[in-house]
């Protein structure tokens, strides 16, 4: 944690020092000006001092939002650019045994220009994609021992929907307008719906309300949800028809009481920290009906490996699909090697959901869109 906080001076020292400074050719003027958009725009985190948020939420309305992401991802990609120059300049040097060559000269106006665009267009668009709305994803899932009853029984999961100071109401109305036109039989929602109080989200997050499926809405937390309040959010959204499923089952049953499915769920995985239950796999599947194939969610994927012989198909989010390459590779090995789409484990399906939406605290996608996951079961 303390890197995380010292890590956007350190961003701020190189752009400032190893990139604005070296460029004599350009006026003073313009490189204070540079210096201040691209050296405060490193420190973006720490904005929530001014608006009354914290660094998880930074609680900016969207366009402020917008604009200040755009410049913080923008030097982000400037100090990478700006990183990599350095590098290209130093195995040149070492490779040439002189140390006064340079490909890519710090002082090059040219390559400045180029680096900014490049940082610019690249900062833009995947804030741009942050903020877009969510694709849809389908999937057809094959399930041993289904009943002939559940056979095309249609579940949609929403995950990591991070309703907070950025969001606006219609993409909530939206969200729920197209998952109801789908008539789903299941919604399940893993975890991660809030970033902030009750008082300030009711007027979007009671639009969640509104979601209708012919056998329920069920839900687990996510970790925002312990940041935010957990006890309150869980009973608000629970008096509003949501069920939450933590450490606990239920069985899915037609209108003929036919028992469909099991479904179970765990609490998030870090909730021990907070305080409350830990995730307990054994407490959750303690009243499963063993002749019923079992449907679990979890908020985080890494819990997955735990059950490659007890589900036969869980629903996780909380990856948000890695956000961008390179970076997808590391979000993959913190949670267990899963971060995006479908995954094949002992008897076990794993969909890990990109999420609905994006969190606040970095709106940024380079790939793998925001999404919402129609799945068709079959025999």
Same mark, same amino acid.
């Given at each position: 944690? +303390?890197?995380?906080?010292?890590?956007?001076?350190?961003?701020?020292?190189?752009?400032?020092?190893?990139?604005?400074?070296?460029?004599?050719?350009?006026?003073?003027?313009?490189?204070?000006?540079?210096?201040?958009?691209?050296?405060?725009?490193?420190?973006?985190?720490?904005?929530?001092?001014?608006?009354?948020?914290?660094?998880?939420?930074?609680?900016?309305?969207?366009?402020? $939002?917008?604009?200040?992401?755009?410049? !913080?991802?923008?030097?982000?990609?400037?100090? +990478?650019?700006?990183?990599?120059?350095?590098?290209?300049?130093?195995?040149?040097?070492?490779?040439?045994?002189?140390?006064?060559?340079?490909? *890519?000269?710090?002082?090059?106006?040219?390559? =400045? $220009?180029?680096?900014?665009?490049? $940082?610019?267009? *690249?900062?833009?668009?995947?804030?741009?994609?942050?903020?877009?709305? %969510?694709?849809?994803?389908?999937?057809?899932?094959?399930?041993?021992?289904?009943?002939?009853?559940?056979?095309?029984?249609?579940?949609?999961? +929403?995950?990591?929907?991070?309703?907070?100071?950025?969001?606006?109401?219609?993409?909530?109305?939206?969200?729920?307008?197209?998952?109801?036109?789908?008539?789903?039989?299941?919604?399940? *929602?893993?975890?991660?719906?809030?970033?902030?109080?009750?008082?300030?989200?009711?007027?979007?997050?009671?639009?969640?309300?509104?979601?209708?499926?012919?056998?329920?809405?069920?839900?687990?937390?996510?970790?925002?949800?312990?940041?935010?309040?957990?006890?309150?959010?869980?009973? !608000?959204?629970?008096?509003?028809?949501?069920?939450?499923?933590?450490?606990?089952?239920?069985? *899915?049953?037609?209108?003929?009481?036919?028992?469909?499915?099991? +479904?179970?769920?765990?609490?998030?995985?870090?909730?021990?920290?907070?305080?409350?239950?830990?995730?307990?796999?054994?407490? =959750?599947?303690?009243?499963?009906?063993?002749?019923?194939?079992?449907?679990?969610?979890?908020?985080?994927?890494?819990?997955?490996?735990?059950?490659?012989?007890?589900?036969?198909?869980?629903?996780?989010?909380?990856?948000?699909?890695?956000?961008?390459?390179?970076?997808?590779?590391?979000?993959?090995?913190?949670?267990?090697?899963?971060?995006?789409?479908?995954?094949?484990?002992?008897?076990?399906?794993?969909?890990?959901?990109?999420?609905?939406?994006?969190? $606040?605290?970095?709106?940024?996608?380079?790939?793998? %869109?925001?999404?919402?996951?129609?799945?068709?079961?079959?025999?």
């Amino acid at each position: 944690m +303390l890197a995380f906080k010292i890590f956007p001076f350190i961003q701020a020292l190189v752009i400032i020092l190893c990139f604005i400074l070296p460029l004599k050719k350009v006026s003073l003027k313009y490189r204070i000006l540079l210096a201040l958009i691209f050296g405060l725009g490193s420190l973006k985190q720490y904005i929530y001092i001014f608006s009354g948020g914290d660094m998880m939420d930074p609680k900016l309305t969207r366009y402020p $939002a917008i604009f200040f992401d755009t410049i !913080y991802f923008s030097s982000i990609f400037l100090f +990478l650019l700006t990183l990599l120059r350095m590098l290209i300049n130093g195995l040149y040097k070492l490779s040439r045994l002189n140390f006064s060559k340079l490909i *890519i000269p710090a002082q090059s106006t040219r390559y =400045a $220009a180029l680096f900014l665009l490049i $940082a610019c267009l *690249i900062g833009g668009r995947a804030v741009f994609n942050g903020f877009a709305p %969510p694709v849809d994803k389908f999937y057809e899932i094959s399930v041993k021992d289904l009943p002939a009853e559940a056979n095309d029984l249609r579940i949609v999961e +929403l995950a990591d929907l991070h309703i907070s100071a950025p969001t606006i109401p219609s993409e909530i109305e939206d969200i729920v307008a197209r998952v109801n036109k789908n008539e789903p039989d299941l919604i399940l *929602i893993a975890g991660d719906f809030v970033d902030g109080s009750i008082e300030e989200l009711d007027h979007m997050t009671k639009i969640l309300f509104k979601l209708k499926a012919k056998y329920g809405v069920y839900a687990v937390s996510g970790n925002h949800e312990l940041y935010s309040g957990y006890k309150e959010w869980i009973d !608000y959204f629970e008096k509003g028809g949501i069920k939450f499923l933590e450490n606990d089952s239920t069985i *899915i049953r037609n209108e003929n009481d036919v028992p469909l499915l099991n +479904l179970c769920g765990v609490i998030d995985i870090s909730a021990s920290r907070f305080h409350l239950p830990a995730a307990d796999i054994a407490k =959750a599947t303690a009243n499963t009906d063993r002749k019923l194939p079992t449907i679990f969610m979890s908020h985080q994927p890494k819990i997955a490996n735990q059950l490659k012989e007890i589900s036969d198909l869980t629903f996780c989010g909380h990856t948000h699909g890695g956000l961008m390459p390179g970076l997808k590779q590391i979000v993959a090995k913190v949670n267990g090697g899963y971060v995006s789409g479908l995954y094949n484990t002992g008897r076990q399906r794993v969909i890990v959901s990109n999420g609905t939406r994006i969190w $606040a605290g970095a709106p940024l996608r380079l790939h793998d %869109p925001s999404q919402i996951v129609y799945v068709t079961l079959k025999q």
